[in-house]
């Protein structure tokens, strides 16, 4: 056992708090619904980019490579200077969603290089120009551009031209649970000596300054001899820091002045520290207190040298050291993440695929974030603050009160998405399982929970709007995470599935409009893949039968259906549920047939007008491959084993005949008969793979396109009544304008629909074997079994992110300094989603977690006898 297994064990069984420390503060605070107050709810301009570093946030903090305690009382990140920015670098900056050309979208550069589920060890990497940072540049270029032209980046401008730019890293140890040693690294990598000012920031939350009863009182951060040492109620801890570092200290307080012209709360507030480095101004502590503190150095590097920074976070002041023990605990644990993460692939697994392993996983545990949002407080204003706008108590999320967070949750991306969304957090716990599986399945828990599930039962879908519709994928989240996890924590798995219950219900009652088991739920996730809003309802009226909304349900029963088994093992009484799910998939799936066309062989999405017409809306897309994933086999013994059940589904079989041929399918295997149940027969299931597998319509070299390339020659158009649109095929950034235009479901590949289409055909190559082949790819004369074809492509989604034959990784694109610059080729980026054609990273740019099942991907691939993925 590995001594970070050991740690992780501690931290499971309560013994020692090693997750009390992580790196959850938020990489953008500012454009977010929680610190929007507006009238009309447009958060990016309430509070943006420019209000950030003098502004005091209600519900969170922001930072560069910072880390906190789980409640963010205490908050450690870094600033930077290159001596020629208008202001200090605390945050990355990018452009608002009005701003974009394609939607929000950040500018800086920076990796996750690794971590450790416990953060005892983690490493992060920063690229910033020594030139002044282009920001005026960025927002008027992007402006200008339109959405048919791409997005003007950082690297585009010529910040980094001839070198002229620092790598910073920045590497977090803990010696134990309370002493954590931060080191950060400068590198000159310009041709000329060069000045950075370096500032490790220590500061904390403001929760003092809205009117709370018995919250009112105010921290203090002091200076001593070599260190900081900040007090809240009781506990203390002590900032160690080198004599060639200089203490400054401001309040994390609003500068009302800058803002709005009127005197604030403190004489030294939020921008204190940055006035006093960039402008020289009187605006920092001269009696060395505050509730804001840095340690200002100004090194002066040579071209290729490299300088260090230490500071060291405790409670022991004793254990302060910043020499040989310090040196002593960061080789310690960069060794033990070494052997963790030796132990976690098989052999078979290349260099290159373990390096990207491990930096998708470094990924998704630096993507925690401490999220916070008391959505009635947020409704009602604090005390302190003023009256919320009248338009707020019917406005955004006003039926959620019941939401109460406060807990450390992982977030699709810190920066553009830093706040959770339902599905996506699934997708996250099946790549955390393999690291942390206490950790996901608290994840998953924790949606379900009274102060975050609805009491009618939906799941909170994201902040913008709550009460938005995402995928019902936590049943089928909560079956892997328990099977990655060992197949044997049954108690998880029965608290998951009484609460999804309830979740069930909610379908049923909110998203069957006509109780025929054909089912809507809006954008469901995929936001522009419709010829219009699916959220916003149909123009003109009526109604949108929807083939992933059915096909989620069924889904989702059969995931729930599996659930009930698995638990019937050691409960007879989950044989019950196991039949109630068995005959309400049945009546799912055996609905979704009337949005089958025959014509094409494939499932459509259905518009019935409200004057009775019904329109087929033949648009070639995932929503029409989603059927496949509704399958899953029923084994032999497992018939044999469940007496009541199996009686149950015979007596089913055979007296409903209407409803029995989507779960009558019979294999002989392993010497018993098996039965598969699945929306899709053999038939539709040749016809669909058939699409799916063609290189003119869904099969990229990278996986299955959201949107068949059929469309790019052949636009859908929809001409019904008052409704006129179109859909075509966008390999890449969106074109149109839907959700804000950031995220694109016409053509990119996407990682969470691949995935479960993946997992699909391993499902029917269980139950057909060797006895099914179809082509692969389509029209090339190759007829291939369904497993061979599913690792084909779990192999071209691993593809995006090794190096090809030429030495490039296709996420990362053309631009040259990405690929061939050893300062940049392996760092890796796991972006939203990925160019229908080319493979080039797009949307979230740095780290999105659903693309983190790319660990899975590989571990799963790498178990496979001779496989060896990469180069």
């Known amino acids: 056992m590995t001594m970070e297994k050991q740690r992780l064990d501690a931290a499971d069984a309560g013994v020692a708090d090693w997750r009390g420390w992580g790196p959850y503060v938020a990489e953008r605070a500012w454009g977010t619904v929680r610190e929007d107050y507006s009238p009309g709810g447009d958060a990016w301009e309430f509070f943006p980019h420019g209000h950030a570093r003098s502004r005091t946030y209600r519900w969170n903090e922001d930072g560069m490579a910072g880390v906190c305690d789980d409640q963010q009382t205490w908050c450690l990140a870094l600033a930077l200077w290159n001596g020629t920015d208008p202001f200090l670098k605390e945050r990355m900056f990018g452009l608002s969603g009005p701003q974009g050309n394609h ?29 002044e940072f282009p920001y005026d540049d960025l927002v008027a270029t992007n402006a200008a551009r339109t959405r048919e032209e791409p997005e003007y980046e950082l690297i585009d401008t010529g910040a980094f031209d001839d070198d002229r730019y620092w790598v910073v890293e920045v590497d977090y140890a803990k010696a134990d649970v309370h002493d954590l ?5 400068v590198t000159n990598m310009g041709p000329d000596d060069a000045t950075l000012h370096v500032l490790p920031t220590f500061w904390f939350r403001n929760v003092w300054a809205w009117g709370l009863p018995g919250k009112d009182d105010v921290p203090v951060i002091t200076a001593a001899t070599g260190r900081m040492v900040a007090a809240f109620g009781d506990k203390v801890w002590s900032l160690t820091h080198a004599d060639t570092g200089t203490p400054l200290f401001c309040d994390n307080e609003t500068n009302s002045e800058r803002i709005w012209g009127t005197a604030g709360r403190a004489s030294y507030p939020k921008d204190g520290i940055n006035d006093h480095v960039v402008n020289a101004a009187a605006t920092v502590n001269p009696d060395l207190h505050g509730t804001k503190s840095a340690v200002h150095h100004v090194l002066t590097v040579q071209p290729g040298e490299t300088q260090e920074i230490r500071v060291r976070l405790t409670q022991d002041r004793d254990a302060a050291d910043l020499g040989a023990s310090f040196d002593g605990v960061m080789t310690a644990r960069r060794e033990e993440a070494d052997a963790f993460y030796a132990a976690l692939p098989p052999d078979t697994v290349s260099e290159d695929a373990a390096l990207v392993l491990r930096q998708a996983l470094a990924g998704m545990l630096w993507g925690k974030q401490f999220y916070h949002y008391d959505v009635a407080r947020w409704l009602d204003g604090d005390p302190a603050g003023p009256t919320p706008p009248v338009q707020r108590r019917t406005g955004r999320n006003s039926g959620w009160r019941h939401l109460n967070n406060h807990d450390v949750i992982t977030m699709p991306d810190k920066w553009e998405y830093p706040w959770y969304a339902a599905w996506d957090l699934a997708f996250h716990t099946v790549a955390l399982a393999h690291v942390d599986p206490a950790f996901a399945k608290e994840q998953l828990l924790l949606m379900t929970r009274e102060w975050y599930m609805h009491p009618h039962g939906q799941l909170p879908a994201y902040e913008w709007q709550f009460g938005d519709v995402n995928p019902p994928v936590h049943a089928w989240a909560a079956l892997r995470v328990f099977h990655v996890d060992g197949s044997q924590d049954f108690e998880f798995l029965e608290r998951a599935f009484h609460k999804l219950l309830r979740n069930v219900t909610w379908w049923v009652n909110r998203k069957d409009a006509d109780g025929n088991n054909v089912f809507e739920g809006g954008f469901l996730g995929l936001d522009n893949i419709g010829a219009f809003d699916r959220s916003a309802g149909v123009p003109g009226g009526g109604r949108l039968e929807q083939s992933d909304g059915t096909a ?27 039949t109630k799910f068995f005959e309400h998939f049945a009546l799912i799936a055996s609905a979704a047939q009337r949005l089958w066309d025959d014509q094409d062989g494939f499932f459509y999405d259905a518009l019935q007008t409200v004057d009775g017409q019904r329109a087929v809306l033949r648009v070639r897309s995932v929503v029409g491959l989603l059927p496949l994933t509704a399958t899953t086999t029923l084994a032999a013994h497992t018939i044999e084993r469940m007496a009541y059940f199996s009686g149950h589904m015979r007596w089913f079989v055979e007296n409903k005949p209407e409803l029995c041929a989507v779960v009558s399918a019979e294999h002989e295997r392993d010497g018993g008969v098996g039965r598969l149940l699945s929306v899709a027969d053999e038939t539709k299931l040749r016809r669909l793979v058939s699409r799916m597998l063609d290189e003119d319509e869904f099969l990229s070299p990278y996986g299955l396109r959201s949107m068949s390339r059929f469309h790019r020659d052949h636009p859908f158009t929809l001409d019904v009544g008052d409704i006129h649109a179109s859909v075509d095929y966008e390999p890449g950034e969106s074109r149109s304008g839907l959700f804000g235009g ?3 479901w016409r053509g990119p590949v996407w990682f969470p629909i691949n995935y479960l289409l993946v997992e699909a055909l391993r499902r029917f ?6 006895d099914l082949t179809v082509e692969h790819p389509t029209g090339s004369g190759q007829q291939r079994t369904l497993d061979v074809i599913a690792d084909d492509l779990a192999d071209r989604l691993i593809a995006l992110f090794l190096r090809d034959e030429s030495g490039r990784r296709p996420c990362l694109g053309d631009e040259t300094r990405f690929q061939n610059d050893a300062a940049w080729r392996d760092l890796v980026s796991f972006a939203e989603y990925f160019h229908g054609d080319t493979g080039k990273g797009l949307g979230a740019s740095h780290q999105t977690g659903w693309t983190g099942l790319v660990a899975d991907l590989i571990l799963t691939r790498a178990q496979a006898d001779g496989f060896r993925p990469g180069r």
Not at 109 to 123: I, K
Not at 181 to 185: A, C
Not at 552 to 578: G, K, Q, R, S, T
């Open 103 to 131: 939607g929000e979208d950040v500018k800086d550069y920076w990796w996750y290089a690794d971590a450790t589920p416990t953060h005892s060890w983690m490493s992060w990497r920063y690229h910033y120009p020594q030139r």
């Open 181 to 185: 040693l931060m080191r950060v690294r």
């Open 552 to 578: 989620w349900m069924a889904m989702f029963c059969l995931n729930m259906w599996e659930i009930a088994l698995v638990l019937a093992v050691h409960d007879d009484a989950y044989e019950d549920m196991a």
């Open 742 to 744: 950031n995220s694109n």
């Open 765 to 770: 190559a269980r139950f057909y074997g060797d």
